[in-house]
C-alpha cells in the first residue's frame, strides 16, 4: 500500500502521545495514592465509593454517639450505685433502732441518717463533666430536687421537683440507624411515687416522698411525748419508713438493671460497628487507593515502550532517498 | 503543434519541465494542510500522415490532475466531525464530572460532616460546643452548594463564550468557502481546467468547517460547492453565504443557541438536534446531556434539602423554648422561578401563580405549561411527560404522580398558543444560605417542646434522622443518594465519551492515512519522478541536439 511521508514521519506520533499520557497519569496516581482520580476512571467504582464513604462518615458517627451514651451510662451508674447504698444504710439504720431505745440512742441514729438525707440529696442532683443535671430530665440547668427539711430551724417540707415530670424527660441517641438507647434516667418516680400498699408515716396516703419520710425520721426520732421518755414515733412509723425506702430501692434497681442493659447493648454493638467499620474502610481502600506496586510495574513498561517508540522514530526519520541522490 | 524533429525534440524538452516542475511542486507542499499531490497529464500529439505512414509530433500537455478519493475525502469528513464533537463533549462532561465526584469540592463529604455535627446536637443538646459546629459545618454545606453552583455557571459561561467564538469562526469559514466557490467557478469555466490548488484550499476550509460543525456538501457543476446545515438549511450556495449568530435559548435564556440569518430577516435558532457533529454539535450535546442536568439535579438538592430541614426545624424549639423557624433560606426565595413566566410571544393576559407544596416531589428540570384555547397542558421538560386537563388544578398530577406543587389561575384570559415556564429549583444551589436568625447557636431548634428543659434532643433526631430518609428527593431518594446518582450519570457519561474520543480518533487517523494514501505526497516518489523527468528532459534535449547536428550537416552539404 502506498504511504505518504506525513504518515510515514508522524505514524509513530499517536504513540508517543498516548504513552506520555498514560505515564502522566500514572505518575498522579502513584503521588496522591489514588487511582480514582475523578469519576469518569470509573463510574461504577466511584459511585460505590461514595456510597461506603457515606456509610463510614453515618457509621462514625454512630461510634462516636456510642461513646457518648457510654460515658453517660457510666456516670448514672456510679451514682446510682452510690445512692443505693446511701439508702440501704437509711433502712439499716432504721430496722436498727427501736421506739423503746432512750432519746440518746435515737438521736446518734438520727444523726447518721441526716448524713444519709444529704448524701442522696446531693448525689439526686448531681452534674455532669459539663454542668448538665442528669437526672432531671430535659431540665438540665436546673436543681432537680430541693428539700428543705434540715435547714435551720429543721422542718418537714415535701421535696421540690424541678426537673421533667415522670415518664418523661428521657434523652435517646441514636447509636445504630434507627436505633435508639436512652442516655439518662428521670429519677422523680424513684423518690416520688405512688403506691397504696404501704401506709406513709408523713402523708397518710398512697403518695410516698422519700426525702420527705428521711427527714420526718430525723427530726422525730429523737422526740419524747411530753416530759415522758416515750418517743413519739411509733414502731409503725418506723415500718413505714422502711417500707418507703425499700420500694425507692427497687425502683432503683429497676433503673440500675436498665442502665446495665443498655451498656451491655453498647459494648454488643460497637463490637459489630467496629467490624463492619473496618470492612467498609478495606473496601474504599480497595476501591480508590493505588495497587503501587501494580502502578509502578505498568509505569516501567509504558516507559520501555515510549523508549522503543521513539528510537524507531529516530530510526526511520532519517531515510529519504534525496540523501543517496548526488 | 510541434513540426519536424526540432518540435518534436522542444515538446518533450516542455513535457519534462511540465512534470518536474508538477514534481517540485509537489515536494514544496508536501507539508502543505489539505494538499493533493498533482500529475501531469501527457498526451500525445496528434499524428501526421506523411506518404507512407503516421508519424507523431511529439508529447503534449494535456492537463494538470490532483490526485484523490472522493470516497476517502467523504470518510474522513465523517470520522472527523465525529471526533470533534466527541472531544468536544469529553471535555466539558470531563469538567463537570471532576467537579461533581472529587472529594474536595462535591457535597458528598459537606453533607456527611453536616449531619455528623446534628448528630452530635442530637447526643448533647445542651452543649454550646457542638451547637457551634453544626453551625460551622452549615455554613461550610451551603457555601460548597453556592461554589458548585458557581462552577457549573461558569462552565455554561464559558460554553457560551465558545459558542459565539465558533459560530464567528464558522462565518470566516463559509465566508472564505464562497469566495473559493466564485474563483474556481470563474477560472474553470474560462479555462476548461481544474483549479487543483484553489480547490484544494476550498476542500480544507471545508474539513475545517467539517470539524466545527457537520456540513452536507453538494458539489455542483460549475466546481461550487453547497454547503448544508442541520435538517437543509443553506449554509453556502455558490458564492452566497448565509450568516450565522447566537440567540438565546427560549426554554433556558442563561443558554446561548446558534442561529442562521435567513432570508427576510428570519432567525432560525439550531438546537442540539439541529446541530449534529463538530464541536459545536459537541458542545450543545454535552450541555444538554450533561451540564443542564447536573445543574438541575444540584438545584433540586439544595430546594428538598432546605425544605425538609426548614420543615422539621419549624416544628421545634430552640434553648429559650422559641419556634424554630428556618434554619436555612426560606424556600420562597429558593423557589422563586417556580412562579411560571409568560413566554415571549404570549398574546392573553392571564396571570398564573404556582405554590410549592412538597418540595421531596419535585422532579429535576424545568416544565412548560401551555393552552390550546381549551385544555392546559403541563409538560415535564426532561422526558416530555405531560398532562392535559380544562382545569388548571388537574395538570400538576403528571402520570398520576403529584409534582410537588398548584398552579392558581389569577387575572386576565388566556389565548390559543399562550405558554409559561415553569422552573421550581431553578437557582437554588446558588441562593441557599443559611437563614438570616441562625447565627447564634442557641436558636438551633433542637427540642420537640416549648416548655421542656434544654435536654430536649427529640426534634434534633429527627433532624439527623434526615441523612437516612429515602423519600427526601424525588420521592425516592435520599439526599446523598440523589447526589450519588448525579455523580453517576455524570460520570457514565463522561467516560463513555473518552471511549467515543478513542473510538474516532482511531478511526480518523486510520482514514486520513487511506486518503493520503491516494492524495499525500511521498517525498521518495517525487524524488523517482525529478530523476524520471530529468532523464527524459536530457533525452529531449540530446534529441534536439541530434536534429540541430543534422541540420547543419544539411547545410554544410548545400554550401
Redesign the interface.
Known sequence: ????????INISL?GIQGNQSAIARLNQQIAGGLSLL??????VS??KA??L??RI??R???A??QD??EIDLNYSTLVSQEMHSALGQAHALLAGISTAYDSALRNTHAEQLKGVFNQVLDLLNTRDP?G?SIF???????VPFVNTSLDIPPSVSATQYN??AAP??T????VE??R?IQ??DNLADVFLFTDANIVDPVQGGASHDVLENLAHAIINLPLNVGATGVAVLTEADLKGYRDVLDVAMRKLERVQHRIAGSLTEIEDLRTTTQALLLNEKNALSDLTLTDTAAAIVELQSRQTTLEAISRAYALTSGL???NY?S | MATGVLGIALSGLAAAQAGISTAQHNIANVNTAGYRRQEVGFQAQTAGYYGTAFFGSGVGVSTVRSLYSQFQDSQVLLNQTQLSSSEAYAKQASRVDLMLSDSNSGLTGALDAFFSATQTVASDPTSDAARQVMLSSARNLVSRFNNLSDSLNGIRSDSNIEIASTVSTINIHTGQIANLNGKIAGFEAGTGQPANDLRDQRDQLVADLNKLVNVTTVQQDDGAYNLYIGSGQPLVVGSSVTQMSVSTDPDNPAFNVPALNLIGGVTLRLDASLVSGGSLGGLLAAREAVLQPAMQDLDRLALSFAAEFNRLHQAGFDLDGVAGGNFFSDIAILSQNLQPAARTGNTGTLSISATLNDATQLAAGDYELSYDGVNYTLTRMADGVSASDPSLAAVTTLGGVAQGFTLNLGAGTPNAGDSWLLRPSQGAAGLIGLAPGMTDPDRIAASSSSTDGPGNNQNALLLAGLQTATTSVGGGDSFNSAYAKAVARTATLASGADISVAAYSLMTSQSIQLQQSVSGVNLDEEAVNLIRFQQAYQASARALSVATSLFEELIGVLR
Open positions: 500500500m502506498r504511504i505518504d511521508t506525513m504518515t510515514y499517536p475523578s469519576g469518569k476512571d470509573d463510574p466511584a459511585v461514595l456510597e464513604g457515606n462518615a453515618l462514625t458517627q454512630f462516636a454517639n457518648k451514651v459539663s448538665n432531671a430530665g430535659f431540665e438540665t440547668a436546673s426537673g421533667t418523661g424527660g434523652r435517646n441517641v441514636e440507624n434507627g435508639y442516655a439518662n529519504s532517498l534525496f541522490l
